[in-house]
Structures are given as structure tokens and as C-alpha cells.
């Protein structure tokens, strides 16, 4: 078969299934392992059949009052705690924040400093980081 020669027709497709057909036969419990009922069964089951919903399918639907406000809760404080882990981080960075100081140097100077970072494996911004540092606090800054 070419590529272009290809149609949706050309594959197999299962009919859909009724979702509450489904929903019966997947919580309901009378039903043997066998796929058979079980004697005292076999008459209440056209009842359900018929349209019915019983309990349990409806509680996965639809739960009650207490499970829908813990649930409620539970939401507004993961809510609460990531806010105030999002703002706390925040914060941080702010107070982190990088600040550049941009100098020029003489062409010496700089060869010096990179050397400097070469051998002693730290980079060029740490030395000047320090070196600014201890100059401020050399002269009571």
C-alpha cells in the first residue's frame, strides 16, 4: 500500500460503549467470577438494568458534603503553601540579586587578573568581588 492510498476506512473500529451500561456492571458485586449470576440475583437484575444507578456509582459521581469540603480545604491550603513558598522565594532572589559594577581597565591590569584566575582557578568576578570588598573595608566602609 502507498502512503497517499490510505483511508480511515481501512481500519478496524470498535462501536463505543455505554457509559452507563458500564458504570453497572463495573460496581456492581452480584455478578459471579464466571460472568454468570448468582440464583437469588438473577431477579433484581433487570431493575438496574432498566435505567438505575445504584448508590455506590453515584457516590463516585457525585461525593458528599464532608469529602467535597476536605477536599475544598485540602486545595486552599496547598494553595496558601506554595503562595508563600513562591513569595518567600522571591524575596530571596531580591535580596541576591546581582548588582554590576562596570570599570575599565588597563590593558596590564586586566592580563594580571586573568592570570590570576587561571592559576588559582576561581573566576575573574570573585577576585574583583573580594578585592572591592576589602578595600571597603580597609578604609571603614
Not at 458528599?64 to 491550603?77: C, N, P, S
Not at 594580571?112 to 588559582?120: I, P, S
Not at 582557578?121 to 571597603?136: E, S
Amino acid at each position: 500500500m502507498a502512503k497517499g492510498q490510505t483511508t480511515v476506512s481501512d481500519f478496524a473500529v470498535a462501536p463505543r460503549r455505554n457509559r452507563a451500561s458500564e458504570l453497572t456492571t463495573t460496581t456492581k458485586s452480584d455478578v459471579a467470577p464466571t460472568g454468570t449470576q448468582s440464583p437469588e440475583k438473577q431477579g433484581q437484575e433487570p431493575g438496574l438494568l432498566g435505567g438505575e444507578i445504584d448508590h455506590p456509582a453515584s457516590r463516585v459521581i457525585a461525593p458528599t458534603e464532608e469529602a467535597r469540603r476536605e477536599r475544598a480545604t485540602t486545595r486552599a491550603l496547598q494553595r496558601e503553601e506554595s503562595r508563600v513558598r513562591l513569595r518567600d522565594l522571591k524575596r530571596a532572589r531580591d535580596r541576591e540579586s546581582k548588582h554590576y559594577v562596570n570599570c575599565p581597565l588597563d590593558y596590564d591590569t586586566k592580563k594580571r587578573l586573568e592570570k590570576a584566575a587561571l592559576e588559582n582557578d576561581v573566576k575573574m568576578t570573585v577576585i574583583m568581588k573580594v578585592a572591592i570588598d576589602q578595600y571597603l573595608r580597609d578604609n571603614g566602609y
